[in-house]
């Protein structure tokens, strides 16, 4: 069974404070892993995809990494704007979406 | 707008009465899903349709629950005999599968209070 742990549950980051979140996640078979943020009462928007250990993908000051067993979403010089929740989610085969638990930051100005 | 719309967007029920969600997904997605999110949760996958044939169905989803997608378009998703622990965010989501990047574009979903 698909499996996706998200860490830390919870981040508070002062503006300009950059960091990382992680997800660690067991699959057979990767076909994709995938980023979200959602914002409080809205669904989650898509901001990534990573298929093969070693890619990186980059959108603003948001930075994905991924290994073949985790990935990481490094967020450079943080703003308040981007107080989300981050969610991870993996593919394999033709399964649906597994998803995380997700991580919520908060950037305080 | 020509995302993924959801209606309504709240709904406050008393335990055991009967719930009905609609789902109106990107026009050209033929492949649509419903999840649940509760609170801290990530979200959980309930089921999905391609087209309109429902393709897989979650050990998740009990008996109470039922989805359907006529004619392949919009899809509803309704829950009978409401329990409180159906309390929680539905959302749909909608796909172009076959691509190298099928990615889900998620609705602003339908908040459920049971009572």
């Known amino acids: 069974e698909d499996q996706v742990t998200q860490s830390p549950e919870a981040l508070r980051l002062q503006e300009g404070e950059s960091s990382s979140l992680n997800c660690s996640y067991t699959?057979?078979?990767?076909?994709?892993l995938f980023w979200y943020r959602q914002d409080p009462g809205k669904g989650p928007e898509f901001l990534f995809t990573?298929?093969?250990a070693g890619e990186e993908k980059e959108k603003e000051r948001l930075k994905a990494t991924l290994t073949k067993k985790e990935s990481f979403l490094h967020i450079t010089a943080p703003k308040p704007e981007d107080s989300a929740t981050y969610l991870c989610?993996?593919?394999?085969?033709?399964?649906?979406?597994?998803f995380g638990k997700g991580t919520r930051l908060s950037v305080i100005a | 707008d020509t995302g993924v719309s959801q209606d309504p967007r709240h709904k406050i029920t008393k335990r055991g009465q009967n719930v009905t969600f609609r789902c109106d997904p990107i026009?050209?997605?033929?492949?649509l899903y419903w999840y649940r999110q509760t609170l801290g949760q990530g979200p959980e996958f309930l089921t999905y349709?391609?087209?309109?044939?429902?393709?897989?169905k979650s050990r998740l989803l009990s008996d109470r629950f039922s989805a359907e997608r006529p004619k392949g378009s919009f899809s509803t998703l309704e829950i009978q005999r409401t329990e409180q622990g159906d309390s929680a965010m539905y959302l749909c989501?909608?796909?172009?599968?076959?691509?190298?990047?099928?990615?889900?574009?998620f609705g602003s979903g339908t908040q459920l209070s049971v009572l």
């Open positions: 989501a909608s796909s172009f599968p076959g691509t190298t990047n099928e990615k889900l574009f």
């Open positions: 699959v057979s078979g990767l076909r994709g």
């Open positions: 990573l298929y093969s």
């Open positions: 989610a993996v593919r394999s085969g033709n399964t649906p979406l597994v």
């Open positions: 026009s050209e997605h033929n492949r």
């Open positions: 349709f391609q087209n309109e044939a429902q393709l897989e």
